[in-house]
């Protein structure tokens, strides 16, 4: 009788081991999460009509304004585009694929000396930082020489940068900047825009308007940027729950060891 105790005993103890593997093992595992996706109008003069994978997600979408960030399954995602308010317009039908929990704008213009209409893919993420201020720079001027962006009595940020061209996250210190956008070739001052830039935002900063027609500007989109808390379960911070169920493995195998040692 006392063999059959001890025997179910130490069952217990395995099957209780084998459990604790197992959630430690979960609560491991990367969690992975949704992707988001905007459209940004930088189509001047005309408004757009915005689908994403079949949904109607604006149907007057301005020019210089963006759509909310949607929520999607890492994949392939159709988005649909048309102006407004326009004869036979053009329309732009392209798949764009997403990554794990990355966040993309896709915006709409013209393609070089009007010849129709024009999109990019971007993604939008830059490193996580609590101090520093991220730049995400995009030229998107239409008519635009290649173009070099510094900072007044500066560094500079991004060289020789043509129409459609997309640039690396810089991280600067927090503080007021003037931005200053000159051509490659001449050194010509085309545009600059005063900016206050704060620690733990990025700024997706887009060049656009018309260069021959006068109308040059910089949109800047601001997201926060901070890193997030450590992950938890039920309440408790991954790691904390980690360890404790490393050390109560640990006390359930010496326990295991003593009773078949007995």
């Given at each position: 009788m006392r063999s059959d105790n001890r025997r179910g005993q130490v069952e217990g103890i395995i099957q209780i081991f084998g459990c604790f593997v197992l959630i430690c093992y979960l609560v491991s595992l990367p969690a992975y999460g949704l992707s988001s996706i905007r459209v940004l109008n930088l189509l001047p003069d005309r408004s757009l009509e915005v689908w994403i994978d079949g949904r109607l997600v604006d149907s007057e979408l301005d020019y210089l304004e963006s759509s909310s960030y949607l929520s999607k399954s890492p994949g392939d995602h159709r988005?649909?585009?048309?102006?407004?308010?326009?004869?036979?317009?053009?329309?732009?039908?392209?798949?764009?694929?997403?990554?794990?929990?990355?966040?993309?704008?896709?915006?709409?213009?013209?393609?070089?000396?009007?010849?129709?209409?024009?999109?990019?893919?971007?993604?939008?993420?830059?490193?996580?930082?609590?101090?520093?201020?991220?730049?995400?720079?995009?030229?998107?001027?239409?008519?635009?020489?290649?173009?070099?962006?510094?900072?007044?009595?500066?560094?500079?940020?991004?060289?020789?940068?043509?129409?459609?061209?997309?640039?690396?996250?810089?991280?600067?210190?927090?503080?007021?900047?003037?931005?200053?956008?000159?051509d490659s070739s001449s050194g010509e001052?085309?545009?600059?825009?005063?900016?206050?830039?704060?620690?733990?935002?990025?700024?997706?900063?887009?060049?656009?308007?018309?260069?021959?027609?006068?109308?040059?500007?910089?949109?800047?989109?601001?997201?926060?940027?901070?890193?997030?808390?450590?992950?938890?379960?039920?309440?408790?911070e991954r790691s904390v729950l980690q360890l404790f169920g490393a050390g109560l493995i640990a006390s359930l195998v010496i326990l295991l060891l003593a009773q078949g040692g007995a």
């Open positions: 988005v649909v585009a048309k102006p407004r308010n326009v004869d036979n317009p053009e329309v732009v039908n392209s798949k764009y694929p997403l990554r794990d929990e990355k966040e993309y704008t896709v915006i709409f213009t013209r393609e070089e000396q009007d010849r129709g209409l024009e999109s990019l893919f971007l993604i939008d993420n830059c490193p996580l930082s609590g101090n520093m201020a991220q730049i995400k720079f995009t030229d998107a001027l239409i008519g635009s020489p290649p173009l070099d962006v510094s900072i007044k009595y500066g560094p500079t940020l991004y060289k020789n940068f043509s129409y459609l061209t997309n640039g690396g996250c810089v991280s600067v210190p927090p503080n007021e900047y003037t931005l200053v956008f000159t001052r085309i545009f600059s825009k005063k900016l206050t830039l704060e620690g733990g935002y990025r700024y997706n900063l887009f060049l656009g308007g018309n260069l021959s027609e006068g109308t040059t500007l910089l949109h800047t989109l601001q997201s926060e940027n901070k890193p997030e808390e450590a992950p938890k379960v039920f309440g408790i």
